[in-house]
């Protein structure tokens, strides 16, 4: 495994130019915006001239674009950065949103694997019967339904006319630990704070994993059929191998393409994350960033964008290890 | 059988086809007779799969309401049945079937009905307006990344891996936010652009201007879409590359450029069309979750926006502004998703062949 | 050699369902596979050779099926009607009593587990060996008879670390684990160096004779039906045109298909001037032509050849020829 120390430290190399590329993209684009986020954050219309000065000079607003660049990257990064509009440090409280973004994208990953991978193989085993087609017809209305739409759906149908769900606060338990309020709660016993996350989260965690269930199912059950249709299974099954066996192999070669698809899975639920936020008003990243858009708060569009682009870059990393873990031929 | 009839429908719409391009290019038509067969026999393959041609029915379906959509509306998309009537109580957040509002109306006593169609054609530029180009810059720079390697695929594959690690959406949003000011400014100052997108939004003259935060949509879209397309089509150069036949190419002397558009682009026309297909629900979707997001921004209401509007009255128990915008989302996106799944079902020669005919 | 017959098949057929239509691959194919000998089938591809040793063990997959014919395995003198066997029971039989060897070695082997783990599966599933540390002795004792270099090692090897001829010897090794009976080769050598066959086809013929088995070769290549079998069919289209003994095969082929064969490809066994290669190309199986199905590439094409199928003569003792020349009218 000393290849793999080598591939670690290469891959690790490459996420430096792709991350100030990331937040260099996202600078840009701050300069796109013909408005002038100095008016807006001195009060908007009525701010008084000397308080937009004052604000010009504190942010660099004056000065070439690469030392406003390397100003804000340094202000987020240690945390010094204080936001122009609500007066936080921004880094400290975009990274206090990440926890409960976190905790619905669990929510949303927990439904994937829990009900994708069984409804696949069970979708491939009886092929061409009622379950299957329910798991075709699951799968394509999947990809198809925008998420706000299932989302209001969901919630007039556990919410309104049943209550059975909760759509306001986050439920913490008193100590926090890990920062994420159900593993929190469950690791101090709090079984009462437990289940209200899940009152709070277990819609929006359907919601928001609802197309990659559909998907990772419909995955499984063609990623299983293929290898059952392959060159070895037709030699395992003139050897007169027990059906179990066979299965067995082909389920061993469906994980190959599975781990890559849970992988890009897990990135694509962060894409969900901001519509299923807002829909379900969580404050967690995605409502926070959508909200600095609309109301010119960069140094959080950037700080918010600079973690998910981490994040985006560990799991792809964490994707290719395990691939080379499962296939013997990718050792590096 | 009625696959059979179908295959007697579909065999004249090629041979239709192969007959108009005979009038053009007779020379063709001798030439590939071989290939006439095969996009028969793929349109065997397609009526034996209902759910294809259920597909194929609400794709087109979409198309054409699409098109024809701001011509059978009742009403125009600001039209009011309480600005018109005066009567409040009646057409305030109408049920379905009220009056002249067969789906209902708004707080504004807005036509549900007439904003959906109209709301189609702008889901069918945004597909129109975005794909081509999207994928037009995704294939060049793939083609080119794939092809030279070395530098100049490091350089593009790591501006590519910029683009994917940020937030699609964010960024589309970001960017539509950012972009709607400057599109208003221009579409001002044009009056060639101006005529042009109020006859492709059948828009009114006057109303032109509030085009411009979907068009900033469709703009911020180019700009998102393009680098799964560089990624894919550089994937497949790779692999053609590395047949014999390029290098057979090269040996003689192909300038790279030839060697690229004459070689490998037919090669991976095929799965990329098919990707297409499939894609056209993903750009439908992500239009209408931008313009759910851009919510009141958008002043010309589509699908997106129908629905974040009538969020609000939810709670007020009408139901209809929010279930049929997403039904007509969610229908237009499945047919292409349906249309798409056995297109490529039909293109792959592997599943083509466990097909059992009867 | 013993004249009692392991394998006899009558009037077999294999139909594939395709998009294109009805592929008539197998129609109507005897003949009988005696104990002990090496059989072979030799024809050019499509032919229906491979399709044939499948159908033995009825391992034929959608859009195939087999329509119409007996297939017999006979054990311990009493025939089995293969045909009508259940899953459960035709499992037990492939790969204990009728083993396979394919073609392309790296397909037929799964790529996520070692060659001591395919062996051991393999006997495992048969009761040959009931715990896996046996399991694995014995397959080091196996690769050491297929003459792999360090079995011990390899043993623990993937498939992707070993060579083609490797790849191919481990999989013989599968395939006699179980002490099979009859051994069925479709084109062992096909993938591999023109060294390397000649090695593996040594291989082959030593074991059939340290186990008495039966083996069942299929090739395209005149060159190893000369080399290894005892007696040999020749398929065209979906029927064996002819069956003998292999000198007999060679000395007097009978049927213009044949000879034709014979004259396109250096002839171990006669001195030959030229070789001609065969007119004409091998038929559409969705509408085969009419009658012999090699009638339209015949040199000696009669009326008759276009209308009727040829019955299979016997013109020698244990030669039989399916040509209109041969069978009175």
């Known amino acids: 495994m000393a290849n793999l120390k080598r591939f670690l430290i290469r891959r690790l190399i490459t996420f430096v130019p792709t991350l100030i590329g990331v937040t260099l993209l996202t600078y840009v684009i701050a300069f796109v915006i013909p408005a002038d986020p100095a008016r807006f954050w001195a009060g908007g219309l009525k701010a008084r001239p000397e308080v937009i000065q004052m604000v010009i000079h504190e942010y660099h607003l004056d000065q070439p674009w690469y030392i406003q660049y390397y100003y804000f990257m340094k202000g987020i990064l240690t945390n010094t950065m204080i936001d122009p509009i609500y007066g936080y440090k921004v880094m400290s409280y975009v990274l206090s949103r990440f926890p409960i973004t976190l905790q619905l994208a669990l929510f949303g990953f927990f439904f994937t694997v829990v009900m994708g991978i069984p409804l696949g193989i069970v979708s491939a085993l009886k092929k061409d019967t009622w379950v299957d087609a329910v798991v075709r017809v699951w799968s394509l209305i999947g990809v198809s339904i925008p998420i706000f739409w299932l989302g209001y759906i969901m919630i007039y149908i556990f919410f309104y006319m049943l209550g059975w769900i909760t759509i306001a606060g986050i439920p913490y338990p008193p100590k926090t630990i890990t920062g994420v309020p159900i593993i929190d709660a469950l690791l101090e016993g709090d079984w009462s704070v437990v289940l209200q996350n899940i009152q709070r989260f277990i819609l929006p965690g359907f919601v928001l994993g609802f197309a990659s269930i559909g998907v990772v199912a419909r995955l499984v059950r063609n990623a299983f059929l293929e290898a059952l249709s392959s060159d070895y299974i037709l030699f395992a099954k003139a050897r007169g191998l027990t059906k179990m066996r066979l299965y067995g192999h082909a389920l061993k070669n469906a994980m190959v393409p599975l781990v890559t698809v849970l992988g890009l899975q897990f990135a694509g639920l962060l894409a969900g994350v901001p519509i299923t936020e807002t829909v379900f008003g969580i404050p967690g990243m995605g409502l926070t960033m959508v909200q600095a858009i609309f109301s010119m708060d960069y140094p959080v569009l950037i700080a918010g964008v600079f973690l998910i682009a981490i994040i985006v870059l560990v799991t792809n990393l964490v994707v290719d290890i395990l691939y080379a873990l499962i296939d013997p031929r990718v050792r590096f | 059988m009625s696959a059979r009839l179908l295959d007697r429908v579909s065999d004249k719409l090629i041979d239709a086809l192969v007959a108009v391009i005979g009038r053009v290019r007779p020379e063709w038509v001798k030439k590939n007779a071989y290939r006439v067969k095969e996009w028969k026999l793929m349109l065997y393959a397609l009526n034996r799969s209902p759910i294809g041609l259920a597909g194929l029915v609400l794709a087109m379906g979409f198309v054409v309401i699409g098109i024809i959509g701001p011509y059978i509306a009742p009403h125009s998309y600001d039209f009011s049945y309480i600005a018109a009537t005066g009567e409040y109580q009646k057409y305030f957040l109408a049920p379905p079937g009220t009056g002249g509002a067969i789906l209902g109306t708004d707080d504004l006593g807005r036509d549900l009905l007439s904003q959906l169609l109209y709301g189609a054609r702008i889901s069918l530029m945004s597909v129109i307006l975005v794909l081509p180009v999207g994928i037009a810059i995704g294939v060049i720079l793939g083609l080119i990344a794939g092809y030279f390697g070395g530098l100049v695929d490091e350089l593009i594959m790591r501006i590519t891996d910029v683009f994917l690690a940020f937030p699609g959406l964010i960024l589309a949003l970001a960017l539509s936010a950012a972009l709607t000011s400057r599109i208003a400014y221009v579409i001002a100052h044009n009056q060639w652009l101006a005529s042009f997108l109020c006859a492709v939004f059948a828009l009114k003259p006057s109303d032109v201007l509030n085009i411009a935060p979907n068009l900033a949509i469709i703009i911020a879209l180019w700009i998102v879409w393009w680098p799964g397309y560089a990624r894919l089509v550089r994937g497949m150069t790779l692999q053609q590359k590395s047949n014999v036949f390029v290098m057979a190419a090269e040996s003689l002397g192909m300038s790279s450029f030839q060697i690229m558009v004459k070689h490998i682009l037919p090669n991976i026309i095929g799965p990329l069309l098919v990707f297409m297909t499939l894609d056209v629900g993903n750009v439908i979707l992500v239009q209408a979750g931008l313009s759910f997001l851009m919510g009141a921004q958008i002043k010309i209401p589509d699908w997106g926006a129908i629905v974040q509007h009538g969020s609000q009255y939810l709670v007020n128990g009408a139901w209809w502004l929010v279930i049929f915008p997403g039904l007509a989302i969610m229908l237009a996106v499945l047919g292409w998703n349906l249309f798409g799944d056995a297109l490529r079902d039909i293109l792959d020669p592997r599943t083509r062949r466990s097909i059992e005919f009867r | ?329």
């Open chain 3, 1 to 329: 050699m013993g004249l009692r017959p392991i394998i006899e098949v009558k009037d077999l057929r294999v139909y594939f369902y395709t998009y294109a239509g009805v592929v008539k691959a197998v129609d109507g194919i005897s003949f009988e596979i005696y104990e002990g000998e090496t059989f072979c089938f030799v024809g050019e591809t499509g032919c229906g050779k491979s399709i044939t040793s499948r159908a033995l063990t009825k391992l034929i997959e959608p859009p195939g099926r087999i329509v119409g014919g007996k297939i017999l395995y006979y054990r311990d003198g009493k025939p089995i009607d293969i045909l009508s066997l259940s899953e459960e029971e035709i499992r037990k039989i492939r790969g204990k009593e009728i083993a396979y060897i394919f073609q392309d070695p790296a397909a037929a082997l799964d790529p996520l587990y070692t060659i001591g783990h395919h062996i051991g599966e393999t006997m495992i599933d048969h009761g040959t060996v009931s715990k896996w540390k046996e399991a694995l002795a014995r397959a080091v004792q196996l690769l050491r008879e297929v003459a792999i270099p360090a079995p011990e090692q390899r043993v623990k090897s993937y498939p992707h670390e070993l060579s083609g001829g490797m790849k191919q010897r481990a999989v013989i090794s599968i395939g006699l684990s179980n002490q099979p009976r009859l051994l069925i080769a479709d084109e062992p050598t096909s993938y591999l160096d023109v060294s390397v066959q000649a090695q593996i086809l040594d291989l082959l013929r030593e074991l059939k004779k340290k186990k008495g088995l039966t083996l069942l070769l299929i090739t395209h290549d005149m060159g190893v039906v000369a080399e290894m079998c005892d007696r040999v069919a020749v398929l065209y289209a979906g029927h064996i045109v002819e069956i003998g003994p292999v000198d007999r095969i060679f000395t007097n082929p009978l049927h213009p298909y044949t000879q034709a064969l014979l004259r396109a490809v250096p002839n171990p066994l006669k001195r030959v001037l030229r070789l001609e290669p065969i007119q004409g190309t091998v038929p559409n199986l969705v509408n085969p032509p009419p009658g012999c199905r090699f009638h339209p590439r015949c040199p000696y094409a009669k009326s008759i050849c276009r209308e009727e199928r040829p019955r299979m003569v016997e013109v020698e003792k244990g030669h039989k020829v399916a040509c209109w020349i041969y069978a009175a009218r």
